[in-house]
């Protein structure tokens, strides 16, 4: 077996391949997926230089697993969906709270029916206490009546888990869910005030995720030990509310606690960029995506696609398929990088004041910072995976994360490609962020350093260094 390719007998190599470069051709981009049936294995696939193991930030998918917390609490008859949040937490409320938002209780918030107009996690993760800074804000809805997707009312339901365990949201689910199916205590970011955020920020691998979708579709069972009920599970995955916003068929499904639910029956936990977590009870499907995604609602019909076809398909392609998830983003056909260039750099926000690019084959990318010197090595055939420590270097999907600006973690696999049009010897630098969903590629152009994010083929941020 390649160790990038698994497909169980009778699986179409074909349809498997088709579904990819369909996919990749509407700007969906897959790192890795795996697909069982009943619980045995039926695809696994995963594109280099990435694997199954390594943590990935999961975006809002983080949600999912804040309602597992919240699950298992309620089976230990330490929360309920009916509990009322100021009279749990009544030390963090403001002094001058409404009557209505005193009455708000935690299935409002899973169900994102908090009563605000909008998420007010931009409010919360700076504050000296993020649940108080979610309750200040006026509220335009009666609680429990009106969907709006809302990261901060996840922040706030796991808030309520560190209360009444307390422990950290990570520490609790390390050891009454992620311990017990194998998987290693991941990171999870936390709010200034160290609440953990609970709707967003949560790393984990492939392998996690399935494992977790797989305990999921068996009840909450996982090898024979129950995990959360199967009572919660039905509950959590039914629908509470309803997004009439959004006119994509499986996001106007419903709603349940931090779970959707699927167009075609079952239900998902997704998080922006294209990853996902999928249970089709009916069939027997449990499905998980990791991906670099620009319409998800177009992964979703490349999915369906391919449960549509998986068993039909003609047979043959294997080699074809695996050849393709060694290759697909690899560099090609690229000359040897083999002068040394150097350039100030004027202020920026992340520290940077110099650059300098040298080497012959694997080329070194030097950084002068405020904070010292780091090496950014970048291969010419393949990627070299650089873990670093920089300021403000990983892109996100926002200025939620608290982190930014602050030195973080960087793990970056990186290549250099021909690029004609760039003034740096005709090559451009290639980062594929091997813990989020991005890609960057620096070039420079009229004498500029420009640094472009992409998710997949979709540029989203382009940032320039005179």
């Given at each position: 077996m390649n160790e990038r390719v698994f497909l169980k007998d009778g699986c179409s190599a074909k349809a498997v391949l088709g579904f990819i470069e369909k996919a990749a051709a509407d700007g969906v981009n897959l790192r890795?997926?795996?697909?069982?049936?009943?619980?045995?294995?039926?695809?696994?696939?995963?594109?280099?230089?990435?694997?199954?193991?390594?943590?990935?930030?999961?975006?809002?998918?983080?949600?999912?697993?804040?309602?597992?917390?919240?699950?298992?609490?309620?089976?230990?008859?330490?929360?309920?969906?009916?509990?009322?949040?100021?009279?749990?937490?009544?030390?963090?409320?403001?002094?001058?709270?409404?009557?209505?938002?005193?009455?708000?209780?935690?299935?409002?918030l899973l169900s994102m029916q908090s009563g605000h107009s909008e998420c007010k996690l931009y409010k919360m993760r700076w504050a000296d206490d993020a649940v108080r800074a979610f309750f200040e804000e006026p509220l335009t809805y009666e609680p429990g009546t009106t969907f709006v997707y809302s990261t901060g009312a996840t922040c706030v339901c796991m808030a309520c888990v560190e209360k009444v365990t307390g422990m950290k949201g990570t520490d609790f689910l390390y050891e009454n869910l992620f311990k017990k199916l194998g998987i290693k205590k991941p990171r999870w970011r936390e709010t200034v005030d160290g609440t953990t955020l609970g709707g967003v920020g949560l790393y984990l691998s492939s392998d996690d995720i399935t494992k977790t979708a797989l305990m999921l579709a068996n009840g909450g069972v996982w090898n024979g030990e129950r995990i959360v009920s199967e009572e919660y599970i039905r509950l959590a995955t039914s629908k509470h509310s309803l997004d009439i916003n959004n006119g994509a068929p499986d996001w106007i499904a419903g709603y349940g606690f931090q779970f959707w639910l699927n167009?075609?029956?079952?239900?998902?936990?997704?998080?922006?960029?294209?990853?996902?977590?999928?249970?089709?009870?009916?069939?027997?499907?449990?499905?998980?995506?990791?991906?670099?995604?620009?319409?998800?609602?177009?992964?979703?019909?490349?999915?369906?696609?391919?449960?549509?076809?998986?068993?039909?398909?003609?047979a043959g392609m294997m080699q074809e398929l695996v050849r393709y998830a060694e290759t697909r983003y690899l560099p090609h056909n690229i000359s040897f990088f083999g002068n040394d260039l150097s350039y100030g750099v004027a202020q920026n926000t992340i520290g940077l004041n110099k650059i300098r690019f040298c080497g012959k084959g694997t080329l070194?990318?030097?950084?002068?910072?405020?904070?010292?010197?780091?090496?950014?090595?970048?291969?010419?055939?393949?990627?070299?995976?650089?873990?670093?420590?920089?300021?403000?270097?990983?892109?996100?999907?926002?200025?939620?994360?608290?982190?930014?600006?602050?030195?973080?973690?960087?793990?970056?696999?990186?290549?250099?490609?021909?690029?004609?049009?760039?003034?740096?010897?005709?090559?451009?630098?290639?980062?594929?962020?091997?813990?989020?969903?991005?890609?960057?590629?620096?070039?420079?152009?009229?004498?500029?350093?420009?640094?472009?994010?992409?998710?997949?083929?979709?540029?989203?941020?382009?940032?320039?260094?005179?």
């Open positions: 890795a997926m795996q697909i069982y049936r009943h619980g045995e294995p039926l695809v696994k696939v995963c594109m280099a230089p990435y694997d199954f193991g390594s943590p990935m930030h999961l975006y809002s998918l983080s949600k999912s697993f804040t309602s597992i917390a919240v699950g298992i609490c309620c089976d230990k008859g330490l929360l309920s969906p009916d509990t009322v949040v100021s009279e749990l937490m009544p030390e963090r409320m403001p002094e001058n709270i409404s009557d209505t938002a005193r009455g708000i209780k935690l299935c409002d167009d075609r029956g079952g239900f998902r936990g997704d998080g922006a960029f294209g990853q996902l977590l999928l249970v089709f009870p009916q069939t027997g499907y449990v499905m998980t995506f990791m991906g670099e995604v620009g319409n998800m609602a177009t992964e979703m019909k490349h999915i369906y696609g391919l449960l549509d076809s998986l068993d039909s398909a003609p070194r990318v030097e950084l002068g910072t405020d904070y010292g010197e780091h090496v950014i090595s970048c291969g010419k055939d393949g990627f070299i995976l650089n873990r670093l420590v920089l300021r403000g270097f990983n892109p996100n999907i926002s200025a939620l994360d608290p982190d930014t600006g602050a030195l973080e973690r960087v793990n970056v696999f990186a290549a250099y490609t021909d690029m004609p049009e760039s003034e740096l010897c005709g090559k451009a630098i290639v980062l594929r962020h091997a813990d989020t969903c991005h890609v960057q590629r620096w070039y420079v152009r009229d004498g500029n350093l420009k640094i472009e994010t992409f998710v997949g083929d979709l540029p989203v941020r382009e940032f320039t260094l005179i």
